[in-house]
């Protein structure tokens, strides 16, 4: 497995922007796709964003595009959620993940959670009205 670990959760008013850090153990950073997931409360773990291994593809769900940016760092093995214009139904824990056995993501086909095989521990985000 790759050993994810992420940072950067917290509390934020809407309208305000968090960065999430998401660093990934291992040489082979660039041969495999990774996604950001998110779960609330009572809610299944839905897709965020996810990104192709080289960087250059990225999928991301309705509800945050023009708002979050993902973005990867290969020389220093993580991934970035920049996330802007924060709203209270953003509020969830957010999980980086990586998917191995893939390192293309298509726009027909988004990934889901059960596609990936490591995970990270979660952070929070918190959004106040």
């Known amino acids: 497995q790759v050993q994810l670990v992420e940072s950067g959760g917290g509390l934020v008013q809407a309208g305000g922007s968090l960065r999430l850090s998401c660093a990934a153990s291992g040489r082979t950073f660039s041969s495999y796709r990774m996604g950001w997931f998110r779960q609330a409360p009572g809610k299944e773990r839905e897709l965020v964003v996810a990104i192709s291994g080289n960087g250059g593809s990225t999928v991301y769900a309705q509800s945050v595009k023009g708002r979050f940016t993902i973005s990867r760092d290969f020389n220093k093995n993580t991934v970035y959620l920049q996330m802007n214009n924060l709203k209270p139904e953003d509020t969830a824990v957010y999980y980086c993940?990586?998917?191995?056995?893939?390192?293309?993501?298509?726009?027909?086909?988004?990934?889901?959670?059960?596609?990936?095989?490591?995970w990270g521990q979660g952070t929070q985000v918190t959004v106040s009205s």
């Open positions: 993940a990586a998917d191995r056995r893939l390192s293309t993501v298509a726009a027909g086909r988004p990934p889901r959670a059960p596609d990936f095989d490591s």
